[in-house]
């Protein structure tokens, strides 16, 4: 049932029940009030009643025809129960039942009677200064009933074109105000994923209509945006995966051609080899960054020395920051504890010293520092390169992002370490920040929030880790 046809159905049963309760309320206010009216009026002839006193001596009954509609009959019956006077229609015959006739010498007796499918109201009480004597007035409610039937028609006939109205009404309310979502829904039907960015038209109406087609297309340009960056993705990865695979189908053909020596099968194994790795490499960055998208990347907390974590980083460069000529330190506080996940913190720090070690110039210094900012663990790498181009920096997080002098570096990688390293600083809840340091060279931190960890265990065996590092690094 559509929205329309429901709300005009609710109205509808809403606006009968409430006139249906409002009306019964009027007829019971009205049937009461005039059947007070009534009573009143029985008791005053009752009042009067005396008046129909037979004389002194007189036996006979006062007779007469049927009582006309609204008119008051009074009979005045004596102690053996027989009708001694009243008004002209009073007939002989009592109209209280003998147990009546006793109840009301004792006191008033008020009922409603049906004869003859007519309704009738009779008031009796004990007649005034004559013992035993009973005064009866008696009152058809012909008129009053056919005055409530005749309301209540009237009534339903009203309540049966104010329901039907409201239905109507609803129906035609709920459609104006549902036919701008009926328009979005036609729009957004219509849209194909490639004009989605266009979105719908936003009524200026200012209200929960305009608001949700303002949502929608705020959705729809966060699904366009995304798609567009989805799409830029696969086309950077089907890039870089290109330029190795080329690579190494060369070597392997050149490697396959007749007369090749011994030597120059070796050399192109070994640069097919180097391919591999990068094709690996390039392939485990992918679905990394595809899991941390889906939120796959849990970092693993665990309490971890920081200084001994930095200086296994510094391990890992040592080779490659001998070969450069640079040197490696880290800077961190005796008994920095945090938890963190060791696991992912060391790649993203050995990311980083990858990227200090291709751009600092031989002779200079490579520094990992570690400080604690309240609770925040912040951890930094910088060198005394070039630094980044400072147009660069706001994407350097980005995958793929490179600056184009980077692009045409032969030893230059994808664009994926720093965007790991970022997704590494999300997984522990913090972020990633990059900058060029004033006095020349690049520094990019990670700053994870709350990871501090003060508890008293941490103060074991730092203090020795931190030198230690520091100096062998500086040894070679
Ligand atoms: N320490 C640095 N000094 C100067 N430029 C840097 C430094 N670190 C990174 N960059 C620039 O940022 C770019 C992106 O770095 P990122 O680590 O994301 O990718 P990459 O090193 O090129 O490739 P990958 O890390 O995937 O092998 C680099 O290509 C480089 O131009
Ligand atoms: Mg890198």
Not at 69 to 96: K, N, W
Request: proline fraction near 5%; include cysteine.
């Amino acid at each position: 049932m559509s929205i329309r046809l429901r709300l005009a159905v609710v109205f509808a049963i809403a606006s009968a029940i409430v006139y249906g309760l409002g009306s019964w309320l009027f007829v019971s206010e009205l049937a009461s009030s005039q059947q007070g009216t009534i009573d009143s009026q029985l008791a005053a002839q009752l009042a009067k009643a005396g008046h129909y006193l037979p004389r002194p001596g007189s036996a006979a009954p006062t007779t007469g025809g049927a009582p006309v509609p609204g008119e008051y009959v009074v009979q005045l019956i004596d102690p053996g129960g027989r009708v001694r006077g009243g008004s002209a229609d009073a007939g002989a015959a009592p109209l209280l039942s003998p147990s009546e006739l006793r109840q009301a010498r004792l006191g008033r007796v008020l009922r409603t009677s049906s004869v003859e499918g007519e309704r009738e109201r009779l008031l009796a009480a004990p007649l005034k200064n004559h013992p035993g004597w009973v005064a009866v007035a008696d009152v058809s409610l012909e008129a009053l009933d056919s005055t409530l039937s005749h309301v209540i028609r009237e009534l339903l006939i009203a309540g049966g074109v104010l329901v039907v109205g409201a239905g109507v009404g609803a129906y035609g309310l709920a459609r104006a105000a549902l036919s701008p979502v009926e328009r979005m829904r036609r729009e957004v039907a219509g849209l194909s994923e490639r004009d989605a960015a266009t979105g719908v038209r936003v009524p200026h109406t200012r209200d929960e209509i305009a608001a949700l087609a303002t949502t929608m297309n705020l959705l729809l340009s966060r699904l366009q945006g995304a798609l567009a960056r989805q799409r830029a993705l696969v086309a950077d990865a089907s890039h870089e995966l290109r330029t190795p695979f080329a690579v190494l189908r060369g070597e392997l053909e050149l490697a396959g051609r007749p007369g090749r020596s011994r030597d120059e099968l070796a050399a192109a194994v070994v640069r097919a080899g180097e391919e591999a790795a990068r094709l690996t490499r390039l392939t485990d960055q992918l679905l990394f960054l595809a899991r941390s998208d889906e939120d796959r990347v849990p970092a693993r907390l665990e309490r971890a020395d920081i200084g001994q974590l930095l200086a296994r980083c510094v391990d890992h460069a040592a080779t490659r920051a001998r070969a450069a000529g640079l040197g490696c330190q880290v800077d961190a506080p005796p008994g920095l504890a945090a938890r963190v996940d060791p696991d992912r913190v060391g790649e993203a720090v050995d990311n980083l010293v990858d990227n200090a070690l291709r751009f600092a110039p031989s002779g200079t210094s490579i520094t990992i520092s570690a400080r604690a900012v309240g609770q925040d663990l912040t951890v930094e790498v910088s060198d005394s390169g070039p630094g980044f181009p400072e147009q660069f920096l706001p994407h350097a997080f980005e995958r793929f992002a490179r600056p184009d002098s980077s692009r045409a570096r032969r030893d230059g990688g994808a664009g994926l370490g720093l965007a790991i390293v970022s997704a590494i600083a999300h997984a522990h809840g913090g972020r990633a920040e990059a900058r060029n340091r004033p006095g020349g060279g690049a520094l990019v931190a990670l700053v994870l929030p709350g990871a501090v960890d003060r508890s008293p265990s941490g103060h074991t065996g730092t203090a020795t880790c931190a030198t230690t590092s520091r100096s062998r690094a500086e040894e070679r």
